[in-house]
């Protein structure tokens, strides 16, 4: 029984789990959580495997099974209290930002498109995101969806959607600032 | 008169054409006015640019055989 599951699981990742990969990741945006989830996947497949009768093609089947484990990891997220970094840790009771948390103006914004390293930034940054602000930031401005369906998804009231992803930006900008912006400056004083 | 924090998230609402005339002025005369929340509306519009260019990535070798152990080990376990 192990050696037939190890030769259908080796084939599963060897056709499939690049794809899945990208699927995975495209929607929940961190490569730890997507390597989990595809592994989930995997094993909840070689359970139901005897039941698989190849009417629908094995990919299309593996793919059903991915987006159930993702759908199920969105559900279990948004139940989960949401850790509250808060606005106040970039304006003071007066809504005023707070010094130290000053936006300062970016330099050689048009030249980043192209980065791999600003890019690789950008993914770190997504990353220290938390909770739900990181799923809708994902949502809206990764996947381009509907705040309706955003706020199904994630199962939050409209205003709620506004927050978190004011939250996303606020907290964003300032990872980029401090790891890209800050750091070249630094080195242009060099 | 609005204050950051509001200018901020009136931002995001605009960029989503979510924003009513009143709101609008608001925001353009908080802005005329205050620099940093004029550069977070820059850098939140260069933000959205950014996001829809990021690519994801594949899995290494490395990856794939850690993926296929784990999944291994679990399955010998039940």
Partial sequence: MNARANEVVKYWIEEFSNGMYAYALARLRHPANARDILQETFIAAWKSYESYNAKASEKTWLYAILKNKIADSYRKKSRQPEELTGDNAWFDEAGRWIPGSFPSPWRGTDALINKKEFHQIFEDCLQKLTGRSREAFILKYIEDQEPAFICKELDISTSNYWVLLHRSKLALRSCLEKHWFQKKMEHAEL | ?78
């Avoid at chain 2, 204050?3 to 931002?11: R, S, W, Y």
């Avoid at chain 2, 005339?21 to 939140?44: A, I």
């Fill in chain 2, 1 to 78: 008169m609005l204050n950051c924090k509001e200018a901020t998230l009136l931002v995001i609402k605009k960029e989503q054409g979510k924003l009513g005339l009143m709101n609008r002025l608001s925001l353009s005369f908080h802005l005329f006015l205050c620099k940093y929340c004029r550069w977070f509306s820059r850098q939140s519009s260069l933000i959205n640019h950014l996001a829809k260019e990021n690519t994801p990535s594949s899995l290494s070798k490395e990856e794939q055989r850690e993926i296929a152990a784990t999944v291994m080990q679990k399955i010998s376990q039940d």
